[in-house]
DNA sequence: TAATACTTGACTATTTTAGTCGGGTATATA
DNA sequence: TATATACCCGACTAAAATAGTCAAGTATTA
């Protein structure tokens, strides 16, 4: 079980962002040195963030791109939905009559996983972008 | 975000071998067809699990695997550290003074991943293999 | 002694991840 | 209006992880 960069990214992008004034874009290629991320890897990133409606973007000079709404209310599931596909545990489709793979009895497991998948959501259905910037400075 | 196969097979044998009386080994190859897992992909994951003493051994006719313990002291957390790794969510050392690939102050979404990370953990610490039995027989 | 079933390490195909690249388009400002 | 800036977007690729296979064993019991 891990977490991909394309997540971990988009989090420490956003989070780059809401530490400046709103409404003023931000480029990619600034927050590209800041947090070293691959200016490439960010336009696909922020490409994905945009159609999801958690930035907008300005083109031209001085462009760049802006949050759409307050940190406060963006929740962190928002961008993992966003950026990553979805948080997935089990195989089998979700309501299938069939489910797990044609064979019956078989997937005793099968709940256990959808609520894993509830609980991790869960998680970052109770996060906000917000909750990232009142962590004390790190000291190194 | 995603779970692994193994993790998965993991629990479905276990959980599958819990609903037999303890005590009298169950062979790879009946959970193979019950379960529909290779067996040759079995072979892996309970060598893994007999090295965390989760199972142990039996050999020859009649053989199999037996649970070390009774399936209300099987945590969940122990099966997935003795198959999958462990539950990972960021790219830097924990506790290295460097952290974060050698650049400063970089890393404002480090402790959310650690949080995300402990948060994960402590949901299979508090599930026994178990739990999974008291489960409804499903209808399918 | 034959059959069963664990033991172990090596091997492989496929998929996913992480990232790169090229050739655009829009826009502000000098 | 020219030009530099910065988003836009699809295609591409290397490397790693995943999922699974296989072969050649050893131990045990009936």
Not at 38 to 51: H, N
Not at 101 to 130: M, P, Q, R
Request: with cysteine; aromatic share 8%; glycine share 4%.
């Amino acid at each position: 079980m891990k977490l991909n960069t394309k997540s971990r990214y988009a989090v420490m992008a956003l989070a780059d962002m809401s530490k400046f004034p709103l409404n003023n874009p931000i480029s990619l290629r600034d927050i590209s040195l800041r947090q070293s991320i691959s200016l490439f890897y960010l336009e696909q990133i922020f490409l994905k963030l945009k159609k999801n409606d958690i930035v907008k973007s300005v083109r031209g000079t001085n462009g760049g791109y802006v949050l759409r709404r307050d940190p406060k209310n963006i929740k962190l599931s928002e961008i993992f939905q966003a950026v990553d596909q979805k948080v997935k545990t089990v195989g089998c489709k979700k309501d299938s009559k069939k489910g797990c793979n044609g064979k019956s009895a078989k997937c005793i497991t099968h709940e256990l996983w959808d609520e894993l998948e509830v609980y991790i959501n869960n998680f970052f259905d109770n996060k906000k972008l917000s909750d990232l910037l009142i962590t004390k400075e790190r000291n190194n």
